[in-house]
């Protein structure tokens, strides 16, 4: 049936308080944990009947690891340049119970992707994920793939990184 959000079966009754710890970063993106947890802190202040507190305050904690992030190729033109790549970041995260240190909800291996194009051919100018970026649809065309790539890859990990919060919080708190 129906429930509040942030009362899923899970969380205890008597939590008023979460705290969202700095994530392990094993990547080669440097800050992306700091950014992670922003985007986690910014989605339980807007959905959680939690109110987020500095660690170590919280009635409960986030943790995590961020496992990996890479841009893989995805789609060739016919010379076999990569077109299209497609951003995934891998997570682990678990929620505990500070006083007790029991573990309340656990995900080994929570997965994102988004796309991303690499070549003003095959980039989207009208596409959300585009028009959310500081570039304009006339500048596309002066940009060289490499640079377009990197833009493309600097906007897909924002959408990453909102995606990730949006599930961190629905698993975390929602449990599904």
């Not at 006339?138 to 060289?144: A, E, F, G, I």
């Amino acid at each position: 049936g129906y429930r509040l959000a942030g009362a899923g079966p899970a969380v205890p009754a008597e939590a008023r308080t979460i705290s969202i710890r700095l994530f392990g970063n094993h990547t080669r993106e440097r800050g992306l944990e700091v950014r992670l947890r922003q985007a986690i802190e910014d989605e339980f202040r807007r959905r959680a009947t939690l109110r987020v507190v500095p660690d170590p305050e919280g009635d409960l904690f986030l943790a995590g690891d961020i496992r990996s992030f890479a841009g893989v190729p995805v789609a060739f033109s016919a010379t076999d340049e990569a077109v299209q790549y497609q951003g995934v970041i891998r997570v682990a995260i678990r929620l505990v119970e500070r006083e007790s240190g029991r573990t309340i909800q656990e995900n080994k291996a929570l997965q994102e992707t988004q796309d991303f194009g690499a070549v003003s051919g095959v980039v989207i100018s009208s596409s959300p994920h585009f028009q959310r970026g500081t570039i304009d649809e006339r500048d596309v065309s002066n940009l060289t793939n490499v640079q377009l790539g990197e833009v493309g890859r600097r906007a897909a990990l924002h959408g990453l990184l909102d995606q990730l919060a949006r599930d961190v919080y629905q698993q975390m708190m929602e449990g599904f």
